[in-house]
């Protein structure tokens, strides 16, 4: 195990060692400062804003148009994705001559993707066009990341501003995301992966005639450029339906450390640069450490829970411990590239944001194990979370921790020196617990009705209940990944589409949850941004609640884990917990 | 509709046909026509060949089933390259245990005429436990050094030149600290034919 702790280490070292660089670069985009790319981009970003005809030197949104502007953009890209993908027969890029496939998965893919979820009933190299998955996809992966990330800043001007209602202007702010933030890191990054392997062509299939006589058909795929963007922009949908564990987008060790890093980078940096704009590091590092201690233990338990090994493979006489040669362990679900520590640092990565891709199979987790992707998903997405929305709805705990912070010392609550009061603690009140609710009522809904029992691979027991939960926990946080056996989709002629139906009870219900559970909190914390922005700043006194040391952090904690786990523990502890508590199988 | 729906309606329709363009098209293309010139190796799949012809790829993981082969994990998809998915088999579940008392017995009965001191408590995990991608190119070094012993007998070689094409075929872990190592299962057995050929 020490080699994997090791490996582990060097991600935090390096993951830290990047926190302050890319912080202060983030800062800089979203202040319309330069930056060491203006002289590259800066051409193309003034053309932008003169086809789009927006003032780069204008006032700035209040926050209603802010969100006005947000919700038009996602609306039409939402129409734009659908058309895409009901279209498939007559597009270009098309060398498998792939239809189509039904229409009820055709809306929950689209609903997945422009809310950055990246929630999958189908297979990707099965079902879609290069087109599709080009021109329809990918193109959201950054534009969705790009909405999170504008929110979080509208969110942190309407925090520091002392004056006016403007926090920002959407338009610059998902100009300047993807043109300084987004894209540049993906061209670099899509022409690393390729060096190691990850593919980038638009050829047919390849067949092999393979070694020992038999036949092999190869996909093939423009994946490389999808990859980077869908690691950075925290979406996860694979080109490959096994995603990230698929050698063509993940080939060796050195990919793996690179792409888990590319997850993490954003949101990770993201609270330095809430530092800088506030003024105050010692703010930004206080939420990076609450969220740190949150997502370390959740590595730390996976790991040793999948070195152990499972019930079923003690049952079945399997010695799971490491010896010379091998590194013992749960490997079922697992490749050997990446071993039990990559795959269980992996795991704890995109649960914890919304990445969502996997690099094994979260269904042949061992219960223990399986529960740390559950509880991540049931902390709402706040530590660390997606490119933006990670920060802004940990913000929201922020300032619910300060209101009850504040009741207990008996003192009118403030944070950064601004009163937070009524109206700011029932926005924040609805922000953090809508996504709860969704996903309660939607996974309730599908478990006591037969409409959700045709979705299940596992039948009813524990794991077939953990299968439905995780569905709905994971659509609703716009997370994506999936506790696999769940199916909205089934195609008996693979590849292709032909013969192909969806479940409509799981591709609705799903695709109406991630719509609202994604849009419903960023209306809220809009609404809390033009609450707070124009607030008249007092100094801090010696009564002042501070919000940068370990008391803080531990009390931000406390209310993350009393708010976010403990409204799901009774339904964690049906599923993956039953299995992890007992040797029983089933 | 008021003018500021009106203006957004407007910017919005014009950015989706421009992100779609960029984003969508013209990235893609020139990432594309970039890794064709500058890797065109491992942009189309780093296929490998013997005697010229192509037979798989070093990333790809191969089903073999004779004697004479180095034997890759048990895969849920039977090595498909074009239809993935994962075998989702529980950690409580009554078929994932059948599945690898098989897997263990068969291991075990398939080896042990060639390497006498194996028993079940021997077999490496990787060995009977499906991988995630379906496609694992590796097995760990412990399970190739079992297999040695059969391959070595069948295709009458010694024993210690077999564990040195083993040694010349695994992918020790990235840069030294990441990943695990592993033995490439396709490799190692092209090396194989080339060394002592059946036919």
Known sequence: MLEGYLQ????????????????????????????????????????????????????????????????????????????????????????????????????????????????????????????????????????????????????????????GKSIGNFWQDIVRIILYLLLPISIVGALFLVSQGVIQNFSHASVIHTLSGGTQILAQGPVASQEVIKELGTNGGGFFNVNSAYPFENSSGLTNFFEMLLILVIPASLTYTYGRMVGSQRQGWAIFSAMFVLFIIGVVVVYMAEQHGSPAQHAAGLHTAAVHGSTGGNMEGKDQRFGIADTSLWTAITTVTSCGAVNGALESLTGIGGAVPFSNLGYSEVVFGGVGTGLYSMLLYVILAVFIGGLMVGRTPEYLGKKIQAREIKLVSLGVLFTPLAVLLSAGAASATELGKRSLYAGINPTGFSENLYAYLSQANNNGSAWAGYTGFLQPHAPGNVGAYGISFANLLGGLVMVTARFAPILFVLAVAGAMAGKKVSPAGLGTMRTDNPTFVFLLIGIVVLVGALTFFPAILLGPIANGLTGRLF | MTQGLRKDLRTGLIAIVAMTVVLGLLYPLAITGISQVVFPGAANGSKVSLDGKVVGSHLIGQEFKGKQWFHSRPSATEYSGNVTYFGNEGPNSVETREEIREELKSYVRENKPYDHALTREGVPVDAVTQSASGVDPDISEANAAIQAHRVAAVRHLPLAKVEELISANTDSRSLGVLGEPGVNVLELNIALEKEAPLK
Not at chain 1, 119 to 144: D, I, K, R
């Open chain 1, 8 to 163: 582990i280490a060097l991600f935090v070292v390096v993951l830290v060692a990047l926190i302050k660089p890319v912080g202060i670069y983030i800062a800089r985009v979203f202040n319309n400062e330069r930056t060491f790319l203006t002289p590259v981009f800066g051409g193309i970003e003034r053309g932008t804003y003169r086809l789009l005809r927006v003032d780069p030197e204008g006032a700035g949104q209040d926050w209603k148009a802010y969100a006005r502007s947000l919700i038009v953009l996602s609306l039409l890209f939402w129409i734009l994705l659908y058309l895409i993908l009901r279209t498939q027969g007559i597009q270009p890029f098309n060398p498998e001559g792939f239809k189509s496939g039904p229409w009820d998965l055709s809306f929950n893919t689209t609903s997945s993707f422009i809310t950055n979820t990246n929630w999958q009933f189908y297979g990707g190299e099965t079902t879609l066009t290069y087109f599709a998955q080009m021109a329809g996809l990918a193109v959201q992966n950054f534009v969705s990341a790009a909405v999170g990330i504008a929110v979080v800043a509208a969110l942190i001007r309407g925090i520091v501003a002392r004056s």
